[in-house]
Nanobody
Framework: QVQLVESGGGLVQAGDSLRLSCAASGGILSDYAMGWFRQAPGKEREFVAAISRVGGITNVAVPVRDRFTITRDNNKNTLDLQMNGLKPEDTAVYYC??????????????????WGQGTQVTVSS
């Protein structure tokens, strides 16, 4: 069973950049398709980005497609989310997740098997 730990969140101003990382342990990262989700206060968890097992396929949600990039390094067992041009509406807890069954990308959070504890991103205007 893989354990996931996110890091890199914080308080930034609109227009700033952040790079979130997700460290995996207890498993081989290349066994999993990976994803990033976020949940803002009072809102449902929403899909942000996903990447296939070896990184050849990515899928980024439309609202952030021109600003966020998802990457992975299977040798280091890490997943990253580069976030540029942050906006106040990006404020949320960001979660990484692992999907054991998919060979592509998955946007449905119910398909993911393992989740990190989340990291808070707050963007001030």
């Amino acid at each position: 069973q893989v354990q996931l730990v996110e890091s890199g969140g914080g308080l930034v101003q609109a227009g700033d950049s952040l790079r979130l990382s997700c460290a995996a342990s207890g498993g081989i990262l290349s066994d999993y398709a990976m994803g990033w989700f976020r949940q803002a206060p009072g809102k449902e968890r929403e899909f942000v980005a996903a990447i296939s097992r070896v990184g050849g396929i990515t899928n980024v949600a439309v609202p952030v497609r021109d600003r966020f990039t998802i990457t992975r390094d299977n040798n280091k067992n890490t997943l990253d989310l580069q976030m540029n041009g942050l906006k106040p509406e990006d404020t949320a807890v960001y979660y990484c997740a692992a999907d054991l069954r998919s060979w592509g990308t998955t946007i449905d959070d119910e398909e993911y098997d393992y989740w990190g504890q989340g990291t808070q991103v707050t963007v001030s205007s």
